[in-house]
């Protein structure tokens, strides 16, 4: 029996195994397992870390070095994981049976072998995904032990626990289920077993802890001090248990990319698969055997230790409840009276959720990156094949992939030429040379590479048709072709703390309610700037008053260790501009910012520093505009087509209606002026409309432009006010007439505030 469900498992996880994900962080464990194999060298670490800031111990590397010496390919350890996790099904299979016989046994194995979060973390070539073995394995010796009595099984599940400890910490707190029984069993133990268990431990984890020793407990420290980080309650833990239990983690993969379901809100099936755990926790409560207290205790422990956390909790942080999950759920079919209806149910629940996997790695093939899944591996392998097959001498290639998975071609282009990264939805970096780039399709360098270059050379396409990746060829020069286009507004001498100058600017047209591109040209002008080796830029759309107006993500586009001096790069900005954002003109506020720490970095004109951002524009925005009038009837109408249609003065400020009846080719800034009884100006504001943001050369015929100037001179009904234009530069006045056939243009309209603070006109003077 467990052989076959082992058979099955594997068979279901190596089944279109090239779909597996493959991105930086695998990348980096293979290639320390490549590192370690070809140099004899033990590692002391596997060169990553946790995210609570503590390096990993080596022995996914020892574990990865198994695969890497027979092949480098990535297929041959996403197999190796696959092999691992199916016998952690068969082991779900021996645990269930010892507590309900051969029938739970069998069910509670093919439930592991079809488990959604099994098959996707059971072959993907990750720490995390060898835990389930070590868990299952730990989980089967110990319920072993409290039947046999005999020590051996125990100090085996110390060995597991271990293991599975060093691949993920969240597995430590399994411990605490295997000293409680040490505690309760304590007449049936020897030392012998556990000193032979103990010295393999420490064995496995003499490197790292020879690490610690030259790094004085560095990361001993690192754990504790994340232990006494402020922690908050909340019910996440369990939503991702249900996640674990369930088919839902098909749905949440198969999102667009950087989406994610609100919590607890999960298929039905899901929530079914999830109480079918809960019958058979609540079977092992009530029945309080000692070995089903151990299961119960497998799959409550560690959800319990994380409802109290620091971070979010991600799925993969409790894979070693899996195993527990699949045999609770097993004792629970077995709950059932009939053979027949265990049989026949286990065989329901097995094809539906066979159908779910089969139309899951179909989607994947499809779909492609645009899910949250990611780029598959399949695809991956074929455009780092057509990269050998093009490469030539003296050439750099360029990868323009997703942030996280841009280093995965390190791994499959190793010995080929050198490789630069940037994130090519957000970052396109022109070459020094003859250059090769990888771009993924859909993405913003993919498309701009094809209006530089043509088609690429070679094309990896997805199942449905679309382009996964292209490869393309580019010359010296392109930044020069790009330059030479049209539309670009030129920054001046804006650097970034003295490390990156920013050149030119491009938007050309931004709509409210919709995704517009703001493209920003910037040079590396000093690579070994003290600016800190992790670096994020933004940029945010704002208008006069400092509101911000867009909600798109701040990105690290180019990583800032792939900087070289002279390097020439664009950034494009994806705005997502709110619905209700006023038509009008806004600046963008743009620079870089540190990530941990939040601080941005200065900006300079020439030696002065001028802020931590720099202000581009104005650029205008197609949004909601004014309800237009009934009729047009100017108060005033300014030479070149520029009419008043109406005023009003309320404490502190000036509103004025302006209407574009042609478009402007000039700028121009408006004044408002208070005038005493003689004509002395007693107060004033000059500027362009609507506080410099929406200069007259933005306007379009037809618009309505509603202008407010600050005044806080003495105004009150019957105060006269005198309104006009000015060119800029040259400050000469535009000639205003009150209407046609009404009198001789003058310089300026005189205005009076009246009992309601409407403006009435006057004259022009």
Same mark, same amino acid.
Request: net charge positive; with cysteine.
């Given at each position: 029996?467990?052989?076959?469900?082992?058979?099955?498992?594997?068979?279901?996880?190596?089944?279109?195994?090239?779909?597996?994900?493959?991105?930086?962080?695998?990348?980096?464990?293979?290639?320390?397992?490549?590192?370690?194999?070809?140099?004899?060298?033990?590692?002391?670490?596997?060169?990553?870390?946790?995210?609570?800031?503590?390096?990993?111990?080596?022995?996914?590397?020892?574990?990865?070095?198994?695969?890497?010496?027979?092949?480098?390919?990535?297929?041959?350890?996403?197999?190796?994981?696959?092999?691992?996790?199916?016998?952690?099904?068969?082991?779900?299979?021996?645990?269930?049976?010892?507590?309900?016989? &051969?029938?739970?046994?069998? #069910?509670?194995?093919?439930?592991?072998?079809?488990?959604?979060?099994?098959?996707?973390?059971?072959?993907?070539?990750?720490?995390?995904?060898?835990?389930?073995?070590?868990?299952?394995?730990?989980?089967?010796? *110990?319920? *072993?032990?409290?039947?046999?009595?005999?020590?051996?099984?125990?100090?085996?599940?110390?060995?597991?626990?271990?293991?599975?400890? =060093?691949?993920?910490?969240?597995?430590?707190?399994?411990?605490?289920?295997?000293?409680?029984?040490?505690?309760?069993?304590?007449?049936?133990?020897?030392?012998?077993?556990?000193?032979?268990? &103990?010295?393999?431990?420490?064995?496995?984890?003499?490197?790292?802890?020879?690490?610690?020793?030259?790094?004085?407990?560095?990361?001993?420290?690192?754990?504790?001090?994340?232990?006494?980080?402020?922690?908050?309650?909340?019910?996440?833990?369990?939503?991702?248990?249900?996640?674990?239990?369930?088919?839902?983690?098909?749905?949440?993969?198969?999102?667009?990319?950087?989406?994610?379901?609100?919590?607890?809100?999960?298929?039905?099936?899901?929530?079914?698969?999830?109480?079918?755990?809960?019958?058979?926790?609540?079977?092992?409560?009530?029945?309080?055997? !000692?070995?089903?207290?151990?299961?119960?205790?497998?799959?409550?422990?560690?959800?319990?230790?994380?409802?109290?956390?620091?971070?979010?909790? =991600?799925?993969?942080?409790?894979?070693?409840?899996?195993?527990?999950?699949?045999?609770?759920?097993?004792?629970?079919?077995?709950?059932?009276?009939?053979?027949?209806?265990?049989?026949?149910?286990?065989?329901?629940?097995?094809?539906?959720?066979?159908?779910?996997?089969?139309?899951?790695?179909?989607?994947?093939?499809?779909?492609?990156?645009?899910?949250?899944?990611?780029?598959?591996?399949?695809?991956?392998?074929?455009?780092?094949?057509?990269?050998? =097959?093009?490469?030539?001498?003296?050439?750099?290639?360029?990868?323009?992939?997703?942030?996280?998975?841009?280093?995965?071609?390190?791994?499959?282009?190793?010995?080929?030429?050198?490789?630069?990264?940037?994130?090519?939805?957000? *970052?396109?970096?022109?070459?020094?040379?003859?250059?090769?780039?990888?771009?993924?399709?859909?993405?913003?360098?993919?498309?701009?590479?094809?209006?530089?270059?043509?088609?690429?050379?070679?094309?990896?396409?997805?199942?449905?048709?679309?382009?996964?990746?292209?490869?393309?060829?580019?010359?010296?020069?392109?930044?020069?072709?790009?330059?030479?286009?049209?539309?670009?507004?030129? &920054?001046?001498?804006?650097?970034?703390?003295?490390?990156?100058?920013?050149?030119?600017?491009?938007?050309?047209?931004?709509?409210?309610?919709?995704?517009?591109?703001?493209?920003?040209?910037?040079?590396?002008?000093?690579?070994?700037?003290?600016?800190?080796?992790? &670096?994020?830029?933004?940029?945010?759309? *704002?208008?006069?008053?400092?509101?911000?107006?867009?909600?798109?993500?701040?990105?690290?586009?180019?990583?800032?260790?792939?900087?070289?001096?002279?390097?020439?790069?664009?950034?494009?900005?994806?705005?997502?501009?709110?619905?209700?954002?006023?038509?009008?003109?806004?600046?963008?506020?743009?620079?870089?910012?540190?990530?941990?720490?939040?601080?941005?970095?200065?900006?300079?004109?020439?030696?002065?520093?001028?802020?931590?951002?720099?202000?581009?524009?104005?650029?205008?925005?197609?949004?909601?505009?004014?309800?237009?009038?009934?009729?047009?009837?100017?108060?005033?109408?300014?030479?070149?087509?520029?009419?008043?249609?109406?005023?009003?003065?309320?404490?502190?400020?000036? #509103?004025?209606?302006?209407?574009?009846?042609?478009?402007?080719?000039?700028?121009?800034?408006?004044?408002?002026?208070?005038?005493?009884?003689?004509?002395?100006?007693?107060?004033?504001?000059?500027?362009?409309?609507?506080?410099?943001?929406?200069?007259?050369?933005?306007?379009?015929?037809?618009?309505?432009?509603?202008?407010?100037?600050?005044?806080?001179?003495?105004?009150?009904?019957?105060?006269?006010?005198?309104?006009?234009?000015?060119?800029?530069?040259?400050?000469?006045?535009?000639?205003?007439?009150?209407?046609? !056939?009404?009198?001789?243009?003058?310089?300026?309209?005189?205005?009076?505030?009246?009992?309601?603070?409407?403006?009435?006109?006057?004259?022009?003077?």
């Amino acid at each position: 029996m467990p052989l076959l469900v082992c058979a099955a498992a594997l068979i279901l996880r190596l089944w279109r195994i090239d779909l597996t994900q493959f991105e930086d962080d695998q990348a980096a464990l293979l290639s320390g397992a490549v590192h370690f194999v070809s140099t004899g060298r033990i590692p002391l670490t596997s060169g990553l870390s946790f995210t609570v800031g503590v390096r990993h111990p080596p022995l996914v590397t020892l574990l990865l070095a198994l695969p890497v010496r027979v092949t480098h390919n990535p297929i041959g350890a996403a197999a190796f994981t696959a092999l691992g996790d199916a016998l952690a099904a068969a082991l779900v299979a021996l645990t269930a049976a010892r507590l309900r016989g &051969l029938l739970a046994g069998i #069910s509670a194995g093919a439930l592991y072998a079809v488990l959604p979060a099994a098959l996707i973390y059971g072959r993907r070539i990750w720490n995390p995904d060898f835990v389930p073995f070590f868990s299952a394995l730990a989980l089967y010796a *110990t319920v *072993t032990f409290w039947q046999t009595r005999r020590p051996a099984w125990l100090a085996t599940a110390l060995v597991a626990l271990a293991c599975a400890t =060093q691949l993920h910490l969240a597995a430590g707190s399994l411990l605490v289920v295997w000293l409680a029984v040490a505690i309760v069993r304590w007449r049936d133990l020897r030392w012998q077993p556990f000193a032979m268990a &103990l010295g393999i431990v420490l064995l496995v984890l003499s490197p790292y802890l020879y690490l610690q020793t030259q790094s004085r407990w560095s990361d001993f420290f690192g754990a504790v001090r994340f232990l006494g980080e402020p922690k908050h309650t909340d019910l996440m833990a369990l939503d991702t248990a249900v996640t674990l239990a369930g088919s839902d983690l098909y749905r949440q993969l198969a999102l667009p990319a950087g989406q994610a379901t609100a919590a607890f809100q999960h298929d039905l099936a899901s929530w079914l698969l999830a109480g079918l755990a809960l019958v058979g926790l609540g079977w092992g409560l009530w029945w309080r055997k !000692g070995d089903a207290l151990i299961v119960a205790s497998w799959a409550v422990v560690p959800l319990l230790l994380s409802l109290r956390h620091t971070l979010a909790v =991600q799925p993969h942080y409790l894979l070693c409840m899996l195993p527990a999950i699949a045999v609770l759920q097993g004792l629970a079919m077995r709950a059932l009276r009939w053979v027949w209806l265990v049989g026949a149910a286990t065989l329901a629940i097995v094809g539906w959720q066979l159908a779910a996997y089969l139309h899951f790695q179909a989607f994947v093939a499809r779909a492609g990156p645009d899910s949250s899944y990611g780029m598959p591996l399949r695809y991956e392998l074929a455009a780092a094949r057509a990269a050998r =097959q093009a490469d030539t001498p003296g050439s750099t290639i360029y990868i323009a992939n997703a942030d996280s998975s841009a280093g995965a071609f390190d791994y499959l282009l190793a010995g080929m030429a050198p490789t630069k990264h940037f994130d090519g939805q957000y *970052t396109f970096v022109f070459p020094r040379g003859p250059a090769w780039y990888i771009s993924q399709g859909g993405q913003h360098a993919y498309a701009f590479l094809t209006s530089l270059a043509g088609a690429p050379s070679s094309t990896v396409r997805l199942v449905g048709g679309q382009p996964a990746f292209g490869l393309f060829h580019l010359a010296a020069g392109a930044e020069q072709r790009y330059q030479a286009g049209r539309g670009r507004t030129p &920054l001046g001498r804006a650097s970034v703390d003295h490390a990156v100058d920013l050149m030119s600017l491009s938007a050309p047209r931004l709509a409210a309610g919709h995704r517009s591109t703001v493209t920003l040209e910037w040079r590396v002008t000093n690579s070994s700037a003290a600016t800190g080796s992790e &670096l994020r830029q933004f940029g945010h759309l *704002t208008d006069a008053g400092g509101r911000t107006w867009s909600t798109n993500t701040d990105f690290r586009g180019f990583p800032r260790p792939e900087w070289s001096t002279g390097d020439i790069v664009l950034s494009w900005f994806d705005l997502n501009i709110l619905p209700s954002a006023p038509r009008g003109g806004y600046w963008f506020d743009t620079g870089f910012y540190q990530p941990v720490s939040n601080q941005r970095l200065p900006v300079y004109s020439g030696n002065r520093e001028i802020g931590t951002s720099l202000r581009v524009g104005p650029v205008k925005v197609d949004g909601r505009a004014p309800p237009p009038p009934a009729a047009i009837r100017p108060l005033a109408t300014w030479s070149g087509g520029i009419a008043l249609l109406a005023g009003r003065w309320q404490p502190g400020s000036v #509103s004025l209606d302006w209407y574009a009846k042609s478009a402007q080719s000039r700028s121009a800034t408006a004044f408002v002026h208070v005038l005493s009884a003689s004509g002395t100006v007693l107060a004033q504001h000059d500027g362009p409309p609507v506080m410099g943001t929406y200069p007259t050369t933005l306007w379009a015929p037809g618009e309505l432009i509603r202008d407010a100037h600050p005044i806080s001179g003495p105004v009150r009904p019957g105060t006269i006010l005198e309104v006009g234009w000015y060119t800029q530069p040259g400050t000469q006045r535009i000639p205003v007439q009150l209407g046609p !056939g009404q009198g001789p243009a003058g310089s300026a309209l005189l205005l009076r505030v009246g009992p309601g603070g409407e403006l009435m006109p006057l004259k022009v003077g």
